[in-house]
Structure formats: C-alpha cells, structure tokens
C-alpha cells in the first residue's frame, strides 16, 4: 500500500465520522454557504504570464516538518500582498498537519480565490468545503473512478465550486469528461518514488486542448524550472515548497513574480 492509498484509507474514516457529527443540510448554516464564490478558473487563467496558486503547507508525508514557524494567517496575507491569483490551503490533519480553520481563517479576509487542497473521495467534503470558504477544490484522478469524478464535480458546480482535477500520469486522461472538467492539474511527482520530473507537465499538457486550463504542480524552485514551464501549455503554477521553506516567503515571492511573464 503507497501513501496516497493509505491516506484514502483514513480519509474513508474520517467521512464516516463527517457523516456522524453532519447532515448535508447543516453545512448550509455557515456563514460562507450562500456567499458568491471567487471565480477560480478565471483568475488562474488570466493571459500574459504564468500564474500563481501559493500554497500554504506546513508539512508533508515525503517530507515532514517543512515550515516550524507556521502562521498561516500572515503566510496568506503575504500572498494576498503579492497578488497571487489563488490560495491552496492544505486542510487534511493528519499526513500533512494541516486543519479546516486554516480555510475557514483565510476565507475571512480573501481577496483572490482559495482552493481546498484535501482528498475527497464524498459528496459532503465537497460541501463541508463550500461551508468552509473555498471557491475550489481539489480531486484526484488516482483514487476516483471516472463515475466518482463526475458525480463530485456535478455536485462542486452545483454549489459554485470550481474543481481543479489533478492527475499523474497520462493513462488517468481517459477517466476524464473535458466537458465537465477544464481545470486539469499535472502533478509532476511520481507517487511511488515521489520523485519530481517537469517533463511530466510537457507530456500530459500536450495532449490537452487550448481550452483547457492546465496547472503544473510539484517541483518548481527556481527560474530553470518557471522557464521550462512558460514552454508547455501549463497556464498557472502551484508552487508551495519554494515559499514555505524560506525564512523571507515575500522576498521570493518578488523574485518569483520576475520570471512569470512570457514573451509572446
């Protein structure tokens, strides 16, 4: 069992408790549910350059403790400052100490959309997530069937949730319905071996169209690596580690925001 199926395992655990503690209908009682969502795909899409999804992460099953002074508030305000076109929030508990109030934080004082980076396998982490603040969330083609990508995305829309759909590899492209899923992330992390190779991004973004909105996520740190990104169809970058590692996040966010430009 890898680590991604062993966090499946716990998360199937912790919707069961979900659905112990929650009705559906009981998430409607918070004070984001019937609030407008920030327009996701649109903000990360925007022409001219790379844009950027920051994330705020404080660990990791790969990599343990990787930001100890974490302040998730002003690591958000940091990116808020520096006009990034999305927040991921890293909200499961236990493989990467993330937490809901994170989101349910942030979501108080957004000003660019947020994404619910968590593994959701049921319909009401999808709307625990809009009773949380998101605007997104995240799924992965790896532990969803081509049914339960559909059913959790209808229900995403129905909400006015953007999903973002995250996969590793190209055999996971025939599970998806582009008509309902345009957002599509390439993780360029090998599940087995967690080794990085961007090469991924070029290989599974070539096979999409122009219409979709691609994100190149895991593995970028450094100029090399944005420029190797502006040559593929990529659109956004989610990029969490080069922040979270440093002690100055805004002075790389400077640095970052040099190289996103393109040319043409």
């Known amino acids: 069992m890898n680590i991604l199926e062993q966090i499946v395992e716990t998360k199937k655990e912790e919707v069961i408790a979900l659905k112990r503690d929650f009705t559906l209908s009981a998430f409607k009682d918070s004070e984001f549910f019937d609030k407008q969502t920030l327009d996701f795909a649109a903000s990360i899409s925007q022409k001219g350059k790379l844009n950027v999804i920051a994330e705020i992460k404080k660990a990791s099953p790969s990599k343990g403790l990787i930001r100890p002074d974490f302040n998730h508030l002003k690591i958000a305000d940091i990116y808020f400052e520096n006009d990034a076109q999305a927040i991921s929030i890293l909200t499961d508990k236990n493989y990467f100490q993330g937490s809901l109030n994170y989101l349910k934080d942030i979501a108080k004082i957004k000003s660019a959309p947020l994404l619910r980076k968590e593994f959701i396998i049921d319909e009401y982490q999808v709307f625990e997530s809009k009773s949380a603040g998101a605007d997104a969330i995240l799924l992965i083609s790896e532990i969803l069937s081509a049914a339960q990508i559909k059913e959790l995305t209808l229900a995403a829309k129905e909400l006015g949730l953007h999903v973002l759909l995250e996969l590793h590899s190209i055999e996971q492209i025939k599970k998806i319905d582009f008509s309902l899923n345009n957002i599509i992330g390439v ?78």
């Open 187 to 264: 993780n360029n992390r090998n599940l087995e071996d967690f080794s990085v190779n961007l090469e991924t991004t070029k290989t599974v973004a070539g096979l999409l169209s122009e219409a979709n909105i691609c994100v190149s996520e895991s593995g970028i740190s450094s100029k090399e690596d944005v420029d190797f990104i502006k040559e593929t169809k990529a659109k956004a970058i989610l990029i969490g580690e080069y922040f979270m590692r440093d002690k100055d996040i805004k002075a790389k966010f400077v640095e970052l925001n040099e190289w996103l430009h393109r040319e043409n």
